[in-house]
């Protein structure tokens, strides 16, 4: 065996490993408990493939790559320790850069064959360069756009931006890009094929930001879903450009996680892909806003608090606005009060809660609130009749009953956490606009309802106060 | 929702098929397997290094099997630790970055480009698993005192 037949071995025997390795790190993400060797094993599996990447007899200049490897550490220490409220953004800022990793690979792959050796460029590995570089570009600007909208960045529009033959042109600008990546595919290097390729990278880019205006942030948790599935696809599309079998399985696995996470968040609103992503959700219904239709009943913290004492049982519904406002702390201390005086209290977590998925979990369990509490809906739901009092912290569309009989609402049709079936309703909200997705909750004018308005964090803290105060109320 | 993975599939599948005469048996270890399968197609193309499509489409179907099997299991809770670990891991297109950026007789221009992918590359490995493992370290049980996992 010559040394180079010995090194191919070792390299393709450590991309075998990190597969392995791989596939258990996700498999160890099904529990808590044994999630944290997820980690472990993914960082075995990422630095397996980094040295046998690394070692190969092609890879001759080194110095530039341990720049960027340099480089990406100082920027990435960072950016892992961003607030969890931030975490949002910071997923669709790394979808971003996953995407112009494998838009950029792409690109300089084919341009290199372009100019010294078009036989490389066979129709199937055009078919993967086009695929790669289509996906890996418009994740990269459509990422970014979610990324700044997720930071309410001012010149970025929070709310979906519409304007007419919309969705026509968009769908019109990537097909226009699939068939010149066609005509590509199968002249890769006529005199004007460099050209059409970088025609093809700035559809690719146009497309990604144009896909991205129309949706607003009540879809958020679909959309950073959807690109998380794109960018696995990119990496897949790379492997089969590279004849690399572990970039397609790991590519595949990334597609394949970020596809279930989109269709569990389309389920959960009750909607298809396409509508998340040509829908333009909540646009007719944020003009007539503010009209309101019934009569708030707000109530004192003091009143709030009592209602609070004399539950048994409290369930307590967060959303946006309980991230928004940081409330996970006070949240917590609420929920130690309530809990020395024997009421039982839970969380009732929708799956569209949030900017992402996940995201209300992860703020009440930084908040040290045991993951054994965190309910979801359905398992919930059974018990709301139970409920003394359902306490809504900055949550909107996903306790609205109109989703369950009102067929001219948006939401009509997405499960909802039953709030309303609870014995009281307290609801802490920020102002009197509607909420996210500009729909009225027909939830707060109910009888049983009361109001408590204000940021979520200074309400919550009000709570506590009183619920903690000189020997209590009573 | 297996469906769309299919889709994937087959439309590599279908790449893979226009271009079946070129593979010539370059790649040592399944050639055997594919040139049974492509013996009487017609083998002009074969000049070019040719790529093992068939045996990459089928890598690629049967690990989106696996992934779906294995992410449908991943609890509720973890979601967005989820999607973050798995940034991390789809950023195994540093191995790409790699070979482009140290490739041993690339123009100038392409390895700038290896390494600026090279460098988003690394940030999203870094950052996906440092905070992955910062956020599974909040989740905790019951007992008091914390005590999550380790």
């Not at chain 1, 389309?266 to 007719?284: D, E, P």
């Not at chain 1, 004492?309 to 609420?334: D, N, T």
């Amino acid at each position: 065996m010559s040394y180079a037949d010995a090194i191919h071995a070792v390299v393709q025997l450590s991309y075998v490993v990190a597969t392995v390795l791989f596939v258990f790190s996700l498999h160890w993400m099904n529990d808590p408990k044994t999630a944290g060797r997820a980690v472990s094993a993914g960082v075995a599996a990422m630095a397996l493939a980094v040295v046998a990447t690394w070692i190969q007899p092609e890879v001759a200049h080194h110095l530039w790559i341990v720049v960027a490897i340099v480089a990406g550490f100082a920027v990435g220490v960072p950016l892992s320790r961003v607030p969890l409220t931030a975490v949002p953004q910071r997923t669709a800022l790394s979808h971003a850069f996953g995407g112009l990793a494998a838009g950029l690979v792409g690109s300089a792959e084919y341009f290199m064959w372009l100019q010294r050796d078009p036989s490389h460029l066979s129709q199937f590995r055009m078919c993967a360069i086009v695929a790669e570089v289509i996906l890996g570009f418009v994740t990269f600007t459509g990422s970014l756009m979610a990324a700044g909208k997720l930071q309410e960045i001012k010149w970025i529009p929070q709310r979906p931006v519409t304007y007419p033959l919309q969705n026509v042109g968009n769908i019109g600008l990537l097909a226009l890009a699939a068939v010149l990546g066609l005509v590509l595919v199968l002249y890769p290097a006529e005199p004007w094929s460099a050209a059409a390729f970088a025609l093809i990278i700035v559809m690719a880019i146009s497309f990604g930001v144009l896909l991205i205006i129309p949706i607003g942030g009540a879809d958020m948790p679909t959309v950073i879903s959807i690109l998380n599935a794109y960018a696995g696809l990119s990496a897949v599309a790379m492997g089969f450009v590279l004849d690399n079998k572990l970039l397609i399985t790991a590519g595949a696995l990334d597609g394949s996680s970020g596809l279930i996470l989109s269709i569990i968040m389309c389920k959960a609103m009750n909607r298809s892909f396409a509508n998340v992503l040509f829908g333009a959700f909540g646009q007719t219904q944020a003009v007539q806003g503010e009209a309101g239709q019934g009569v708030y009943k707000a109530e004192t913290v003091e009143g709030a608090a009592q209602m609070l004492e004399m539950a048994s049982l409290v369930v307590i519904i967060p959303g946006y606005g309980m991230a928004v406002a940081q409330a996970q702390h006070k949240v917590r201390e609420l929920y130690d009060q309530l809990r020395q005086r024997g009421i039982a209290v839970k969380f009732a977590i929708h799956p569209v809660a949030g900017r992402m998925p996940g995201h209300m979990n992860v703020l009440l369990a930084e908040a040290d609130i045991p993951y054994t509490d965190l309910l979801e809906m359905d398992e919930i739901n059974s018990d709301m009749p139970q409920a003394d009092v359902a306490l809504v912290i900055g949550a909107n569309d996903v306790v609205n009953p109109a989703a369950r009989h009102d067929k001219s609402s948006p939401i009509f049709g997405m499960p909802i956490i039953d709030a309303d079936k609870a014995k009281t309703v307290l609801a802490i909200k920020r102002s009197k606009s509607p909420g996210f997705a500009g729909i009225d909750n027909e939830l707060y004018f109910d009888d049983k309802t009361w109001m408590l308005f204000g940021d979520a964090k200074n309400v919550v803290g009000e709570l506590v106060k009183q619920l903690s105060g000189p020997s209590g109320m009573h | 929702m297996a469906a769309i993975g299919l889709t994937a599939a087959l439309v590599f599948a279908a790449a893979a098929w226009a271009e079946a005469p070129a593979v010539d048996g370059a790649i040592v270890d399944t050639a055997p397997l594919a040139g049974t399968a492509l013996d009487t197609a017609d083998t002009a193309a074969a000049h070019a290094p040719s790529l093992d499509y068939w045996s990459m489409v089928f890598v690629f179907l049967l690990a989106t099997f696996v992934g779906l099997g294995v992410i449908r299991r991943v609890s509720r809770l973890l979601y967005t630790p989820l999607m973050s670990l798995t940034n991390a891991i789809s950023a195994i297109a540093v191995v790409g970055a790699i070979l482009v950026t140290g490739g041993e007789d690339h123009p100038l221009a392409i390895r700038m480009m290896g390494a600026v992918a090279l460098f988003a590359s690394m940030t999203n490995i870094v950052s996906g698993f440092l905070i992955t493992n910062r956020m599974l370290g909040m989740f905790k049980t019951n007992r008091p005192g914390g005590g999550g996992q380790a």
